[in-house]
RNA sequence: GCCCGGGUAGGCAAACUGGCAAAGCCCGCGCUCUUAAAAGGCGCUGCCCCUCGGGGCGUUGCGGGUUCGAAUCCCGCCCCGGGCACCA
């Protein structure tokens, strides 16, 4: 007997797409564009061309087809684009070991990936396919940067930042996970260089505030932003050293714990340490600290809960509240990014300070009372972080602190030495990296003019051609003179580019963008396109861009937005962030040889059991194990309803009101189009969309024998089998079509999705439940509308029911109409 | 330490607003088709009893509570996963 042959299936209907462009789709204004239907802009996160696809990108292309097929179907114009992410570090990493182009490398990947997603059916607009290492592309990337560097939202800084000794670049705070390089591992350095950065911190509250835009995005997604981001609010306070007549603010969140303030601490980077420490005596000492301090890795210095060191400075400032003079050290627990880079020091009620308090016999003095009378009887109680009264704390005595924290700020700004204040974790995106295998930054320096921005006609700024891609400290572009040198735009005198390329992030932050317009070289887009499509409806991707890639793409729209070129402020409305698949329970790496090729399924299974697997291994949120056996299990099920496709005949009996098992069947076939729509279009439930089909399958299975002989019963067969390869459609698209066609004679994808009759849904009767003490007794057919009386009279009526009421007496009666009885006896 | 998720048959899971716990898939077992095997089809798959119609009991990490009724709500605890973590 013949046999499914996903193959064979597979490759004749990806060559009709392929043919007749099946899942292009037109801007407005072109021909084929039907202003008639609804937009839908659906994108899975771009991959990383490196190697081969791996099943993380199966899951998550395997999950957004379907969302495309589906919305298709029901009758949107969907945008379903892919491109390559093809800057960064891997490809560069390999050119180094063998000397091979990253480009070459990095085509060659995509080539691989571009016929990969091909032999798993995606339903893409090949056309719009764009990669961010072409120069058509990158082009646009350094237009977007010039007109952000317009807006001094890019500018060239020097600070300290996190420097990865083995990439030899410098990192975005972003990019140190644990202290560690996120590509690498590597422990990362502080250094103070001179770098380009995002200006991203600008845009930190309205980057909290427009949270209230979207309409479905996980909620853990959005906390991760929001604590990254981390908006604090509190006051900035001036204490001054009298004997060098300076200022140093700090930033609190606790103005009303000023009274208990009993020493300074700054941070080894602080800038005014020089002038601090000069005359003192104290300066080898210091300067010995900090040298210590700056040599640790960033790990090492953020420890929690490490043991606090510190240097006394030999200077003291004046506590503006009170007028008392405390003394000033520098300890590594203060950092120069975050704040002022200088704390006043609160050891009764912060566990740092107190920490550090405890270490150098410091006062520890108390200025808020506990309200818990139990609490920490065996101490005193602190560091006490909580509310409480005030104490001594002259005038606020006696108050609440949440109320002293407020009088308390209205007489620090009335007198000068502070106000009202915010500070955010977030630190504005460092861009610039040392590394060969990017997007070139437009801008020159000449020693007349400084910074000087390439004017917009001579991009794109190409990347030259070296012979060495390694990093020795500086970008390995810096070894192409030739390219190097360059006339200055502004006064035509000698001037050096920019060596230094972007982050891959920069790149990936409006490809989206570019996929609406992708071949204009007049502009990186046109209006009318972009105001079309955007935003994206919805997005799906992996749950580690939470952070980096998501926020990073929200503040360049809402950076483009402002500048005039966008008119939308936020880029996805809607994210799906897929869980992670196992192997055996772990993690897949090379290193433990538990992965996985999606091609060798493809290959024995065939793409629509690889992908139907993926979506019904659980929730798609949710990580899942892959098993040789679960993808079996779904080719099982495919194969049986391709035998479908093969025995059902295509015409053949009348289409009657069926009756019967033909009802009954009838009725499974719009329960499954009821079900799989809700589940798809409501909950992204593809598990249970998929189980409903199975459930379908299986009840053509049990009930066809019986209806061969009915003449009605067989177009019901055929309903049923429709229906069955129409909702199995967006998980397995190739047998989708195969048994459609077969039965059906047309091509699903040019059908709309299958419309539920609501008279199928429902029954004249339906199983009451009867309960007795809450324990089910007896199930009971009743009619459908039946009232609160016939319900219970026919509960009663049942033997079951009678056994256990029997010589007892019945205390209450609960009905649920449509439901259950439930009768409590005694 | 703090903040999120989650814990249901042998495994993955399902159960809309509290209302029949366990749909579907896998594993396992039995039957069937076949010369045979594979593939396929059918059935069983928490425990106990059965005269084979069915009947009884139990059960959602642990302990308590609310309720006629709890996987679902509340309180306490245990375990697993993720995020953040010297951020003043």
């Known amino acids: 007997m013949e046999r499914y042959d996903p193959r064979a299936i597979e490759s004749r209907w990806q060559a009709v797409w392929e043919r007749e462009g099946t899942w292009q789709v037109p801007n407005p204004g072109e021909p084929g564009f039907d202003p008639s239907k609804p937009k839908s802009y659906v994108l899975e996160m771009l991959p990383y061309p490196s190697g081969d696809?791996?099943?993380?990108?199966?899951?998550?292309?395997?999950?957004?087809?379907?969302?495309?097929?589906?919305?298709?179907?029901?009758?949107?114009?969907?945008?379903?684009?892919?491109?390559?992410?093809?800057?960064?570090?891997?490809?560069?990493?390999?050119?180094?070991?063998?000397?091979?182009?990253?480009?070459?490398?990095?085509?060659?990947?995509?080539?691989?990936?571009?016929?990969?997603?091909?032999?798993?059916?995606?339903?893409?607009?090949?056309?719009?396919?764009?990669?961010?290492?072409?120069?058509?592309?990158?082009?646009?990337?350094?237009?977007?940067?010039?007109?952000?560097?317009?807006?001094?939202?890019?500018?060239?800084?020097?600070?300290?930042?996190?420097?990865?000794?083995?990439?030899?670049?410098?990192?975005?705070?972003?990019?140190?996970?644990?202290?560690?390089?996120?590509?690498?591992?590597?422990?990362?350095?502080?250094?103070?260089?001179?770098?380009?950065?995002?200006?991203?911190?600008?845009?930190?509250?309205?980057?909290?505030?427009?949270?209230?835009?979207?309409?479905?995005?996980?909620?853990?997604?959005?906390?991760?932003?929001?604590?990254?981001?981390?908006?604090?609010?509190?006051?900035?306070?001036?204490?001054?050293?009298?004997?060098?007549?300076?200022?140093f603010p700090v930033f609190t969140t606790r103005p009303d714990t000023l009274f208990g303030a009993t020493f300074f601490v700054v941070a080894p980077e602080h800038p005014q340490l020089e002038t601090l420490i000069a005359g003192t005596g104290r300066e080898a000492e210091v300067r010995d600290y900090v040298a210590l301090a700056r040599k640790e890795t960033t790990a090492e210095r953020g420890a929690a809960g490490r043991e606090k060191t510190g240097v006394a400075l030999g200077r003291a400032v004046r506590n503006p509240v009170n007028g008392e003079e405390i003394p000033m050290f520098v300890a590594d627990y203060v950092l120069m990014e975050y704040g002022t880079g200088a704390i006043m020091a609160v050891p009764a009620h912060d566990e740092r300070d107190h920490a550090f308090a405890r270490s150098f016999g410091l006062p520890i003095r108390r200025v808020i009372e506990g309200t818990d009378p139990d609490q920490a009887r065996d101490d005193d109680g602190l560091p006490y972080a909580g509310d409480g009264k005030m104490t001594a704390s002259g005038r606020f005595d006696g108050k609440h602190n949440r109320e002293a924290y407020e009088e308390i700020i209205s007489w620090l700004t009335a007198e000068g030495r502070g106000e009202r204040a915010v500070n955010y974790r977030l630190r504005d995106w460092l861009l610039s990296r040392q590394r060969y295998w990017g997007c070139p930054i437009p801008i020159v320096y000449c020693d007349d003019c400084g910074l000087v921005a390439v004017p917009d006609?001579?991009?794109?700024?190409?990347?030259?051609?070296?012979?060495?891609?390694?990093?020795?400290?500086?970008?390995?572009?810096?070894?192409?003179?030739?390219?190097?040198?360059?006339?200055?735009?502004?006064?035509?005198?000698?001037?050096?580019?920019?060596?230094?390329?972007?982050?891959?992030?920069?790149?990936?932050?409006?490809?989206?963008?570019?996929?609406?317009?992708?071949?204009?070289?007049?502009?990186?887009?046109?209006?009318?396109?972009?105001?079309?499509?955007?935003?994206?409806?919805?997005?799906?991707?992996?749950?580690?861009?939470?952070?980096?890639?998501?926020?990073?793409?929200?503040?360049?729209?809402?950076?483009?937005?402002?500048?005039?070129?966008?008119?939308?402020?936020?880029?996805?409305?809607?994210?799906?962030?897929?869980?992670?698949?196992?192997?055996?329970?772990?993690?897949?790496?090379?290193?433990?040889?538990?992965?996985?090729?999606?091609?060798?399924?493809?290959?024995?299974?065939?793409a629509d059991a690889a992908r139907t697997f993926i979506c019904f291994m659980g929730p798609p949120e949710k990580g899942g194990d892959w098993t040789d056996e679960g993808v079996e299990g779904v080719h099982r099920f495919l194969s049986r309803l391709w035998r479908l496709g093969m025995e059902v005949p295509g015409d053949g009996g009348e289409a009657q009101e069926p009756e019967g098992n033909a009802l009954e069947l009838m009725r499974k076939a719009h329960w499954a189009i009821d079900k799989v729509t809700r589940d798809i279009a409501q909950d992204f439930q593809l598990h249970t969309a998929i189980a409903a089909v199975m459930e379908l399958v299986n009840e053509i299975y049990r009930l066809r024998d019986g209806l061969a002989e009915d003449p009605g019963g067989q177009a019901v067969v055929r309903f049923a089998t429709t229906t069955a390869a129409s909702l199995i459609f967006p998980f397995a698209p190739h047998l989708g079509c195969e048994v459609f066609e077969r039965v059906d004679g047309t091509r699903v994808w040019e059908v709309p999705w299958p419309q539920v009759e609501q008279r199928y849904l429902e029954r004249d009767t339906f199983t009451l439940v009867v309960q007795i003490n809450g324990k089910l007794r007896a199930q009971v057919e009743a009619p459908a509308g039946a009232d609160r009386d016939a319900l219970l009279t026919l509960a009663r009526e049942s033997e079951a029911v009678a056994r256990h009421v029997d010589g007892k007496e019945i205390v209450k009666e609960i009905v649920v109409p449509g439901k259950l009885v439930n009768l409590v006896v005694r």
């Open 53 to 247: 696809p791996h099943v993380g990108h199966l899951k998550n292309y395997a999950i957004g087809d379907a969302i495309a097929h589906f919305r298709r179907r029901n009758g949107f114009q969907v945008l379903h684009p892919m491109g390559y992410d093809a800057f960064g570090l891997p490809a560069e990493n390999a050119a180094i070991r063998t000397g091979e182009h990253p480009r070459v490398a990095t085509e060659r990947s995509i080539a691989n990936f571009r016929e990969q997603f091909h032999s798993w059916g995606i339903s893409i607009d090949w056309r719009r396919e764009v990669a961010t290492c072409e120069p058509e592309y990158y082009r646009w990337t350094q237009w977007i940067f010039l007109r952000l560097y317009e807006r001094g939202l890019a500018y060239r800084n020097e600070a300290p930042v996190k420097w990865c000794p083995k990439d030899q670049t410098v990192l975005a705070n972003e990019q140190v996970i644990d202290g560690r390089c996120e590509r690498c591992g590597t422990l990362v350095v502080e250094r103070d260089l001179e770098q380009w950065f995002f200006r991203i911190t600008e845009y930190a509250d309205r980057l909290l505030e427009d949270f209230g835009l979207l309409e479905s995005w996980p909620e853990n997604v959005i906390t991760m932003q929001r604590n990254w981001i981390g908006r604090s609010e509190g006051a900035r306070v001036s204490f001054r050293c009298d004997e060098l007549d300076l200022d």
């Open 457 to 606: 006609g001579e991009l794109p700024i190409e990347l030259p051609e070296v012979d060495d891609y390694a990093p020795r400290g500086q970008s390995p572009l810096a070894a192409a003179t030739d390219w190097v040198q360059t006339t200055c735009p502004s006064c035509a005198g000698p001037a050096r580019r920019e060596t230094d390329t972007m982050d891959t992030f920069v790149d990936s932050s409006w490809y989206f963008l570019r996929y609406l317009d992708p071949h204009n070289d007049r502009a990186a887009w046109g209006r009318e396109a972009v105001d079309h499509w955007m935003p994206v409806d919805q997005y799906i991707g992996g749950i580690e861009h939470a952070i980096l890639h998501l926020m990073y793409a929200r503040f360049f729209v809402k950076a483009l937005a402002d500048i005039g070129e966008l008119g939308v402020q936020e880029p996805f409305v809607n994210l799906f962030t897929q869980g992670m698949i196992t192997r055996d329970g772990a993690k897949m790496s090379k290193s433990k040889g538990n992965t996985i090729s999606p091609s060798d399924y493809v290959d024995r299974f065939g």
